[in-house]
Structures are given as C-alpha cells and as structure tokens.
C-alpha cells in the first residue's frame, strides 16, 4: 500500500501551477486506488476522493496526525464535483475501487466517508449492496475533514454549505483565459482585416493603429468578462451573466478609452460607440459562460438569460463591426 | 448561499411529499441546503436556491425528487453546441470543465 505525505513538494506546487492555468488540466490524475495517511490500521477511517490531483492534495495535505485510507476513485482526472455531474464518479465506481483494492480485507469497520459533493453521481444507499460498505457524506471541503472526524461524523451547516468567496472564485480566472486564446487570435485577425477597409478601399496604415485600437478593446473585454466579472460577480448588479459581463464591459471600455484614447473618444464618437458596444458583447459572452464554473446557477436558469444575452451579443457584435468600418469613411 | 442568488423561479425542482419516507438524505446532501425534514417528511424550503445538481435526486430511496435532468455544468459554450446539435444532428462534444 503506498503511503503518502501530507505535505506538498515544489513539484506539486508546481503541477498546482499547470493545472490551474489550464495547460494539463484534463489529466492531471492519481493513479485510482487505496493510499494510506500516517499509519493506518484496520479501525482508521476510509475518505474516498476523486483521482484530480488537486482534489487529491487538498484531501492529504489537511490530514496531518490522521491516520486514514483514501481511496481513489478513476474519474478520469477530473475532479469530484464535475466527475459527479458527469457520473465518472459513480456508485459502480466506488464499489468496483472497493473490491479491487479488497478493502473488507484491509480495514475491519465497512465505513466509506464520501465527499459531499460526490452526492450529485454516488447514491450512497445502494453502496452496500454493490460493494458492502456503507457510504456516508462527509464535508464538501477536504479542510472541514479533520473536525468532521473529531466530531464523530457530524458536518454542521456550514460544511454542508456551498460557497464562492473570492478566492475560489479567481482561482477560476486563469483557466478562463486560457480556453480563450484561440477565438482570441481568430477575433483579432478578423478585427485587424476590417480595421483596414476605409475610403482609400483598403490601407495598411490604418489596418495597423485602428487594429490596435480594437485588439485593445479586445482586451479590455476579456478583462471585464473573464476577470473583473468573477471577481466582482456579488457586487455587480443584476442576477443575469450576460448583463453583468455587459454592464462591466462597456463601464470598462469606456473609462480605459478616455484614459488610453483621448481624441478617438472626442473626435471620432461612431468609433469610440463601436468599440464600447464591441468589448460589453464580449464581455457579455464571456460572462456568461462563466455560468458554467460557479456552484450556484441552475441550467434551466442558464438556458434562460442565454436567449436573452445571445441576441445582446449577436446584435451588439453586429452594430459594433457596422459601425466601426461605418465609422472609417465618416 | 446567501450573497449568490440566481435567477427566481427558473430551477426545475419537484418533490413528491407522498412518496417521502423521511430519510433526511436530501437535506444532507443538498449544498444548497434547499430541505428541511417537517414532520417527518421532506420540505422544499428555497425553491429559488436550487442550481439542480441533482443530489438530492441521485440519494433519494423512492425517487420522490424530480430535478431538471439536463446534467453537465451549466456553461454557455455547452448549451449552445446543444442547440446547435439540435439543428445539424450532430453530437454534442462536452465542455471544458
Ligand atoms: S438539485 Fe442540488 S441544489 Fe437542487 S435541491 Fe437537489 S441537491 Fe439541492
Ligand atoms: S431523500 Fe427522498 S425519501 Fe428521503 S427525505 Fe428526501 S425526499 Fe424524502
């Protein structure tokens, strides 16, 4: 059985790095299977998680003087909750980890403790019969386990309590900004060729510093849809993510181009419109794809701001592209 | 989750208090802690708090929940290749998360 620590290395924090920003993401994985904590014995508790390594360190690194299992489930490297949803995280799953690390034969007791949020894919009533342990629901947050325990395995509300303070929320930033550099470059491209057509048919000069201005619109977007939002997100108001990402995304365009862009704001008021309408319908997307990493918006919920908010982003990209090449011969 | 609201009445959340035999599974799965037991029975307490994980629906022993069974995270990206995959028939690939 491989005992492991429940400190972290630098190579940890450093695959911490990497997954976060989203450059290995997808299968940053433990190998499945039972691990043991300090020196654990036939009566120490069994804690199951997801085979993500962040789940997996967050879970070992809280449990200094525990001796404990932990029992690794294959999710394919993803973590518990999104492996819950996607049922990667399942009832088989857990019983099939149980029978091939013959668990009944390491530990005396027949007690799994399960992540909170495992509950989306693991009906833990059906465990016993499908492997013989009981399955329980511990904390959501591996750093609740060590009171759970001592507290003979009771999580009060809190625990049993989603959150989304702020630093879970930026620690979300950089892998929404990574997923974003291909339709960034494509958009740029795009705005870079339009930025050229103008009364002399095309020029290369103004391809060049109006594509500037617009890649910096671009930007600014991406700041405001993909960064200030989620940052910002229990200050802005509204319940709507595209609204939110809009409102943020033309109040940042706009103070940034009258501080960067002066005389575009004062003598050309068509482009100044074009690029404001430009980064809030970014914005506004982006914002609301970020439905899709928060623990609190229902799908139904989402399905119903997205016809809102995809007319918003259709119609405002549309006006801004018209007006900004409108804007070239006025 | 008092500071992060979601938009009223959207959640699909069903709970059939007939068939409820009380187990409480619900109450302590739910991260939003939408239940409550009331006589011995199951309570939607915050209707407007569900984000349709489907938990409580996953742990409950005689399928009294019915929660919108849409699953896969709510991201926009993956909703509008649904709809599109609606009009070309093709698959949908999943998202990013
Ligand atoms: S679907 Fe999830 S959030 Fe909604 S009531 Fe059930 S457990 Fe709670
Ligand atoms: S899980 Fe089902 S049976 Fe148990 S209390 Fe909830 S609704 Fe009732």
Redesign the interface.
């Known amino acids: 059985m491989p005992l492991v620590s429940t400190t972290l290395t630098w190579r940890d924090h450093l695959g911490t790095i990497g997954a976060r920003s989203g450059y290995y993401r997808s299968n940053y994985k433990v190998i499945p299977g039972l691990y043991g904590i300090g020196r654990p014995g036939l009566d120490s508790p069994v804690l199951v998680t997801a085979n993500y390594k962040l789940s997996f360190d967050a879970l070992r690194q809280v449990l200094p003087g525990i001796d404990a299992w932990i029992l690794v489930v294959d999710t394919r490297g993803i973590n518990v909750w999104c492996a819950a949803g996607k049922k990667t995280f399942s009832t088989d799953e857990v019983a099939y980890q149980v029978k091939s690390t013959r668990l009944a034969e390491i530990v005396r007791h027949r007690e799994l403790i399960l992540p909170q949020l495992a509950a989306v894919g693991v009906a833990a009533g059906r465990l016993r019969k499908a492997c013989g342990f009981n399955g329980i629901f511990g904390p959501i947050q591996a750093k609740d386990i060590p009171t759970y325990l001592h507290r003979n395995r009771q999580a009060d509300e809190a625990m049993r309590t989603v959150t989304f303070n702020t630093g879970e929320r930026a620690v979300l930033i950089p892998v929404e900004i990574c997923l974003l550099w291909k339709p960034f470059l494509a958009a740029t491209a795009v705005l870079f060729l339009l930025s050229g057509i103008g009364p002399e048919v095309y020029s290369l000069s103004a391809a060049g510093t109006r594509g500037i201005q617009a890649l910096i619109a671009s930007l600014l977007a991406v700041l405001a849809g993909a960064v200030l939002t989620p940052l910002l997100l229990p200050w802005i108001p509204s319940r709507q993510f595209w609204l939110k990402g809009a409102l943020v995304g033309g109040l940042t365009a706009m103070t940034a181009m009258a501080a960067l862009l002066p005389t575009t704001w004062t003598a050309d008021l068509p482009a100044a419109i074009a690029l404001v309408l430009w980064a809030a319908s970014v914005a506004s997307y982006l914002a609301m794809n970020f439905t899709g990493s928060t623990p609190y918006t229902s799908l139904s919920g989402v399905g119903l701001e997205m016809r809102r908010g995809l007319a918003f982003q259709l119609g405002g990209t549309t006006l801004a592209l018209g007006l900004w090449i409108w804007s070239a011969f006025a | ?1 008092k ?5 009223d009445g ?3 959340l069903r709970l059939d208090r007939e068939a409820c035999i009380g187990c409480g ?1 619900c109450v ?6 939408i239940f409550r037991l009331e006589d011995n029975k199951a309570a939607v307490i915050d209707p407007d ?8 629906a ?2 409950c ?1 005689v399928a009294a929940i019915y929660v ?1 069974p ?11 290749n649904r709809w599109l995959s609606r009009i070309t028939g093709k698959t949908v690939s ?4």
Not at chain 2, 3 to 7: G, K, L, T, V
Not at chain 2, 49 to 56: K, L, N, R, S
């Open positions: 989750m500071d992060f609201r979601y938009i959207a959640a699909i599974n302590t799965v739910c991260p939003h802690r708090g569900c984000m349709e994980c489907g938990a409580c996953t742990n022993p919108n849409d699953d896969g995270c709510g991201c926009a990206a993956l909703i509008i999943g998202c990013n998360c």
